[in-house]
C-alpha cells in the first residue's frame, strides 16, 4: 500500500504527535474530503471541476440540503478511490445558534461517524 502524508491538524482531538505518514485507508478518505471542502472548483489546474469550496456552497448560494448532499456524494465518486470499497456518505443539517448561521457536515464511512466539518 502507498504511504501518504498524514495532514491532521495539531488541534485535532485525534492528531498523533510526530506522524508523518500512514497507510490507513479511513484516514486517506477523511484528508481527501478536508482537501476537496477546502478547493474551491477551478483552483486545481487541469481539473476545473475538483472540489466543492464548501464555505462558497454554503453562503454565496441558496442551496439545499439535498442538493449540498448530492454535491459533496459527486464529489466523493469522482476524486475519492477509496469509494469503490468503502461506503460514504455525507449528512447535512442547517441551523442558527447565538445569531449565526451554520452548516454541519458529518461524514460517514460504513455508517460509522468520521468527521463532522463545521461552516459558520
Not at 12 to 39: A, M, R, W
Not at 47 to 59: A, K, R, S
Not at 61 to 68: P, S
Not at 107 to 112: A, G, K, R, T, V
Amino acid at each position: 500500500m502507498i504511504k501518504e502524508l498524514y495532514i491532521r491538524d495539531p488541534q485535532d482531538p485525534n492528531y498523533v504527535y510526530g506522524f508523518l505518514e500512514h497507510q490507513d485507508p479511513i484516514e486517506s478518505i477523511i484528508s481527501k474530503i478536508k482537501i476537496l471542502f477546502g478547493t474551491r472548483q477551478g483552483q486545481v489546474l487541469g481539473d476545473v471541476n475538483m472540489g466543492l469550496g464548501l464555505e462558497d456552497l454554503i453562503f454565496e448560494t441558496r442551496i439545499n440540503k439535498l442538493e449540498l448532499e448530492e454535491k459533496i456524494k459527486q464529489q466523493i465518486s469522482i476524486y475519492i478511490t477509496e469509494a469503490s470499497q468503502y461506503k460514504i456518505s455525507p449528512n447535512v443539517s442547517f441551523g442558527t445558534a447565538d445569531g449565526y448561521d451554520f452548516c454541519l457536515v458529518d461524514i460517514y464511512i460504513n455508517n460509522e461517524k468520521v468527521i463532522g466539518i463545521l461552516a459558520k
